[in-house]
Each structure stands twice: as structure tokens, then as C-alpha cells.
């Protein structure tokens, strides 16, 4: 490494490789819309990529293409993404492709390396440490202002504080600036979300640390503050591309102008019909504006879609299709003809949950992997009849959340375990714990292995390793944490059986250096159970067979969806749904919320054209949102009998009380309760959480309504089912408190 300098981030250029690849050769792999964007290498380039048309091959090639034919070196590329999943498949990609050296980064780990580099160059100070969380800061601040918090609270109080940084707004600018954008946060008006705010950022000043936001700005503030530093990036990193454009921030913008300077070559690629972010400062504004703001500036397209039939690109062009041509690519299928899209309503939630789960039964029965297919929903709280639907049978499947896979606590001990175990510091095995109890979190996943695999030599070594925190091949059968952590390990076994397959002499030494090498990539294991997820979080993925639930008013779009920009952005989260599926696609919706109940909800008006949509009746809105309660059809804002805090998660408002306030649980009541469920079900040949699900038994047991009326005001129970089952619940409750 003698002679090499330092990046302007401290760290040293990979060296080239040996023998550069034919520059020919690596067009051989592309469409001409693809051919196109690699070999357009001069001055600012929009790229604007619908979904499934292979924008990461296009502009991994566009980049390996231009460092073999001399126009770029690797050393003096800068490719940025927004996760570090996409930024570690680029820098795969990209090595493959005979161009290691590029730096594949996501905005927040340039950013940091430039900060931490430059920040005591510039100020003298090493820069304030980064913290891993805001909600400890934030429950200071909050108390600051004598006010108290839930843990739910602190979570929207921090996306609040994170839209308003990457947004550019100021802690005394906020409130009038949060009503003009339609921001909110249940339980606090602007106004006092903005002192919060101020709070907020006093207490990180006084401890000398920062947040993630923070890192764009500190970037953006030593570029700004010192040309020298500024006029190094810039020597460094000659060329751009930047990734998923179309969800960048008025922060990101500007840092990436300070990048760039008056002379440095850019590429966006980005599909404005994806932005679906703009809670967290995103807008695709920046990306349909590009060429104004770059002039000169060339706009390619990519249209050909790989991943889905016609049949899907149908539904997905049609949804789209008053956005087509400016805010959205039309679609051109790539593939053979497949499955017509189903398109089915249900007379209520029950009957569309029941039959869903059927027929992902039918389907795993004639040979698909559960693994293939996906259940995407608006909202989490529509996860849990999915869950227990699946769970009656024993149909393996896993809830896609937010938190990293390699950095779960029982992931990263496990992986430690591991790797003292191929250096011989730890036993082989040792006594199995006994499992933990069950929690009482019913928001995770469930089900059971069908089948095992033969393990092999070294699925056994991890299978002895990890007895050691108490895992058995035996799921548990409670769901919750428990559950989350035994899917967690068993990923693990399911990495070494794979590994072992194709593998057969690797080692536990070899197994760790293939695990770090994921982790460094964020490459989480293939789940092994059918995905329920998010819409939001099923961006960027992709599954054989995918159902779309709910997609009704109300909740596509969501109730809360009141303004014309808010409305767009649910028709472009329908639209990203869409283009998950490659195969198959179920599209469904219910007429009401539970049997019995009035039928007065209609198909979503993004299916306005596909599907005969019947008028709301009652008090629905005739063509609006739908109606929650109450005659202005605004949903009611369920408080917690314990402290009388707003309940803003779908658990504690099936609870009754905050997750935190202590439980009145009476397990004999429970116990008799579950009884009861178990025989209704019996007897009406239906899932027991289609006569009460678990929150609202638990809440039952709590609150031991002995009249009807107390009964009604339990949540979860509406007068259909006062009417079937008051007498028998009352009686329950009354002979216990006796």
C-alpha cells in the first residue's frame, strides 16, 4: 500500500484491477434503453427507471463501462443509495464487473466519513459522538416541558423531529411551518411539539452528541464552511450517480450540490411513482425538476419491465394512468402471459382474512414455498388476523419490520458465539435452556417447519452452539418476542444448511466470514414462512405471488389521506404494492369490518376502471375516505384508562391502556374467557380470534365488564357482537368477580 493517499474520508483506494473487461462485452447484457444510459457518460444524466426495468444493472454498467473504457477511474466514483442493503449489492455488482475500487455509500455513511474526517481539520474538535436512538433525548426533553410521553409518543415525536431536520426547518420555525404541510402528531399541537423540538436539540448540545440527521448537516456545514475541504471531495470524487432520487431531501440536495460543485459530472436515476416517503422529507419535486436545475442535463428512460406478467403491468399501468408521462413510466411487459389478476370483495374483514389464508394453503399444498409469497397491507394493525389465520394452519410466516436483521441483539450474540466456537473458545454444546416464557406482543410472526431438512455436519455445530441460548429445532409455541428470536437463530441454521449444500467442507470459521460479509452488505437470510408486510416496507422487494388486502376506502387511501398531495402519494403506495408480484396478484377488499356489521365500505377509487365500485351507504362519504365514527368522519382518538394518554398503536387501542401502565390482569377470568372462545369456535366451525382476538380477551380481563353496557364500551366489541355474546361474557365476568 506504500504511495497510496487517503479518500478525503480517511480511507485508502482499492487498487485497480489487473486486466480491465472489454468495454464491448458489457454491453452485450443490456436493452437498448439500458445501453443507452451506460454509454451516456457526459454532463448531468436524469435516468427515470419504472419499476422492474433493471435500473441497478443499468447503472452499475453505465459506471464499470465507463472505467474500462478510461473515461472515469474507479477511485473518483461516488455511488449513493439509501440503504446500506442497496449500497452493498452495488459494491457486489460493481466488483464483479471489473470496477472494485468505486465507493458505494449510502448519503448517511458518506456524509459521516466526510464529517469525521474534515470536522477537527476545520473546528479542532473531534465531532460530538452519534447516538443510536433518539427517544432517551427525546423523553428528556418532553419532561423539560413537564409533560409525559408513551414509548409510541417518542417514536412520532422522532419522525416529527426528523422530518422537520431533513426538511431544513428550525425548532422556532416548526409549528407554523408543520400546519402549512399538514404535519401532526396525535396528543400535541404544533406549537408544543415545536418546544419539544427546541428541548430536543438543547439536551444533544449540552451531552456533545448528534443524531442521524445531524451527520447530513455537519457534512453539509465543514463543505460549507471551508472551500478547502470542499475542493478536495471534489477532486476526489469527480462523478455521481445517485440512486433512488426520487426520495431525497432538501438536506440530501444540498449536500449533494456541495459534492458536486460547478463541475462535477452527475447521474439520478429515480421513478417518481415510488416516492412514498414524503412523511420523511422526501419529494420526488427534485427529481421531475432535474433538467431545470441542471441545464443541459439528458433524460433517458427505462421502461421494459422484467419482473412482472402483462397481466400485472395492466393493473399497475392503469392505476397509474393519469400520472403517465409525468409522474410515472408506462410499463412495457418483457413476459410471456400469466394468471388473470384476481380482483375480489368480501362481505366483511373475516370472510377476506379466511379466505386469503385458504388460499395460500392451496397454493403451498401444490408445491410453492411459503417463502414466495407475500400479504401487504396499508397499516401493522391489519397484520394480526393474518397471524392467527395463518397460525390455525400451521402455515409458517414471518412479519417484515424495520430493524436490521444482523443487528437484533440475539442475531449479534449468536454470531459472537459462533465465532469463539470456530476458535475454539467456546464448547460445542452444553445444556439446552428452557425456553422463555411466552410474551404478550402479538404483533410477530408464528407458525411451524414443514419438514426438515437433513442437517448437515455444520448446521449440527451451529445447532450446538446455539442450545447454549436455549434454541431447539422445536418452534415455540407462543408468538410475540419469543417467537421473533427463535425465527431469528433458525435463519442462522437455515444460512448454514445452505452454505453446506453447495459447500460441503466449509467450517464454522468459514460460516462466520460468510455471515460478516452479509452483515457488512445487509444481505438478511430468505425468510422460510409466507411475508406479511407493510406496503412501505415491501419497497424494493419482490415475491412470485403477492395479496393486497384491504384495498378499500379508508384504508387505500387511508382515512387519515386529506389533501390532494396526500391522496397521490396513497395511489403511488398502491402502485408500489402492485409491482411487487411477479407472478400472481390477488387484489381484495371488504365490504364491512366484522360479520354482521353494516355493509358500507367500497373498493379504493385507485381501482376506479378495474372493478365496478358500489356507492358507500349509511354514513359512509359517497366517494370520499370512508367513515370511522363520528359524523365528521374523523376517527375517534381511543385514551388510556389507565392514564388517559392518546392511544396511537392498534395494540394498546385494542387494550384499553398504554402498553407501559400497569395491567389489572385477572388470569382467571382469562382462563375462563379463553375457555368459552375455545367452545364458540368449536361450535361454529370458526378461527377462534373471529369471536375475540387476544387483545380484546386480554382487555376483557382487565376491565370485567358485568353489563352490557360496560361491555359495549370494551374495544373491539361493537353491538353485533354485544348482541351474540353479552349475556354468556357478562355472566363470565360476573361469576369470577364474585
Known sequence: MAGMSQRVDGTLPTPPAQRQPDPDRLLEALDPEQRAVATTLDGPVRVLAGAGTGKTRAITHRIAYAVATGTMQSSEVLAVTFTTRAAGELRSRLSGLGAPGVQARTFHSAALRQARYFWPKVYGDDLPVLIGSKLALLGEAVGRNRLRASQADLRDLAGE????????????????????????????????????FHSYEEVKRERNRIDMEDVLLCAAAVLSDDERAAAQVRRQYRWIVVDEYQ???????????????????????????????????ASADYLLTFPARHPGATTLTLSRNYRSTPQVLAVANRVMAGEIGSGAVRLRPTRADGAEVALTPYPDEVAEVAAVAAEIERLLSRGLAARDVAV????N??????????????IPFVVRGVERFFERPEVRQAVALLKGAARGSVPMAGPSVETPPADTDEGRGAGTDRGQPETSTLASEVVDVLASLGWTREPPTSRGTVRDKWESLRALVGVAEELASVQPGLDLAGLVTELERRRDAQQAPLADGVTLATLHAAKGLEWPVVFLV??????????????????DEERRLLYVGITRAKDSLY???????????????????????????????????????????????????????????????????????????????????????????????????????????DATMTALAETRPTSLEALAAVPGIGPAKVSKYGDAIVALCTATDA
Open 381 to 394: 394493525a391489519m397484520s394480526e388476523g393474518f397471524e392467527e389465520a395463518l397460525s390455525e394452519r400451521a
Open 161 to 196: 423531529v426528523e422530518w422537520a431536520k431533513v426538511s431544513n426547518v428550525l425548532p422556532d420555525r416548526y409549528a407554523g411551518l408543520a400546519v402549512a404541510a399538514h404535519r401532526a402528531v396525535d396528543g400535541y399541537d404544533a406549537a408544543t411539539v415545536g418546544r419539544i
Open 550 to 567: 384491504g384495498v378499500n376506502e379508508g384504508s387505500m387511501p387511508i382515512v387519515y389521506a386529506d389533501t390532494p398531495a396526500a391522496i
Open 376 to 379: 401487504l397491507f396499508r397499516t
Open 587 to 693: 387484489v381484495s377488499w371488504s365490504a364491512a369490518r366484522s360479520p354482521g356489521s353494516r355493509s358500507q365500505r367500497q373498493a379504493s377509487r385507485f381501482l376506479a376502471g378495474l372493478v365496478d365500485r358500489e356507492p358507500v351507504s349509511g354514513r359512509g362519504r359517497r366517494g370520499g375516505a370512508g367513515s370511522r365514527g363520528g359524523r365528521s368522519g374523523k376517527p375517534h382518538l381511543a385514551t388510556c384508562r389507565v392514564c388517559s394518554r392518546p392511544l396511537t398503536e392498534a395494540k394498546e387501542r385494542k387494550l384499553g391502556r398504554c402498553v407501559t401502565c400497569e395491567s389489572t390482569y385477572d388470569e382467571t377470568l382469562f382462563d375462563a374467557l379463553r375457555g368459552w372462545r375455545r367452545q364458540q369456535a368449536d361450535e361454529q366451525a370458526l378461527p377462534a380470534y373471529c369471536i375475540f382476538t
Open 247 to 281: 426520495d431525497v431531501s432538501p438536506i440530501q440536495v444540498a449536500l449533494l450540490d456541495l459534492w458536486l460543485g460547478d463541475g462535477g459530472q452527475v447521474c439520478v436515476v429515480g421513478d417518481p411513482a415510488q416516492t412514498i416517503y414524503s412523511f420523511a422529507g
